[in-house]
């Protein structure tokens, strides 16, 4: 096995331009969703068990937001003002449309009472433009547990990405 300090300077530079390669080429492929989307956070991951049966935790959801209307029984990603991290619930109640702004109140599957709990301090209701992240439009069952894991064990991250680091400086063309 050669080191870093045993590898030629283009060697080394081939193989930092290759990882900044791949970091750039995932960059641009979730910019690309967004656009396409039309939504800031296209892909997922489902952090509690307040949707099952419909949707485990570990699930990664994929979200479309070009369809301005959003029906009862739809099931919708949102923020909360002043809150990071994004909700997985059902569209049980809209008010308005058209003209005026469409309102929203959602409920999770799995849990006794609405979300009005869970929204910002005086808000009654989703305000469908500004607190909507998209409707789910799919799902892939477990795949983003690796996710929960990540940010559950931060020191798990550190290793993955130096494990990953290292295996692209002594990777040999």
């Not at 390669?21 to 960059?27: K, M, Q, R, Y």
């Not at 049966?53 to 002043?82: C, H, M």
């Not at 909507?132 to 894991?149: A, E, N």
């Amino acid at each position: 096995m050669v080191g870093v300090a045993g590898m030629q300077p283009r060697q080394l530079l081939a193989q930092v331009l290759n990882f900044a390669l791949i970091l750039s080429t995932a960059f641009m492929m979730w910019k690309g969703l967004s656009v396409a989307a039309d939504s800031p956070s296209p892909i997922v991951v489902v952090l509690s068990g307040s949707m099952e049966p419909a949707f485990q935790r570990g699930d990664i959801l994929f979200l479309w937001n070009r369809s301005p209307e959003t029906q009862i029984g739809e099931i919708v990603v949102y923020n909360v003002k002043g809150k990071d991290i994004p909700i997985v619930h059902r569209v049980v109640r809209r008010f308005g449309g058209g003209e005026k702004a469409l309102k929203l109140l959602t409920k999770g599957d799995n849990n006794l009472a609405d979300d009005t709990e869970l929204y910002a301090r005086g808000q009654d209701y989703l305000n469908r433009e500004e607190d909507v992240i998209g409707s789910v439009f799919g799902y892939i069952p477990f795949v983003g547990y690796v996710t929960i894991l990540l940010s559950e064990h931060p020191w798990l991250k550190t290793v993955i990405l130096g494990m990953m680091g290292v295996m692209v400086v002594f990777q040999r063309e």
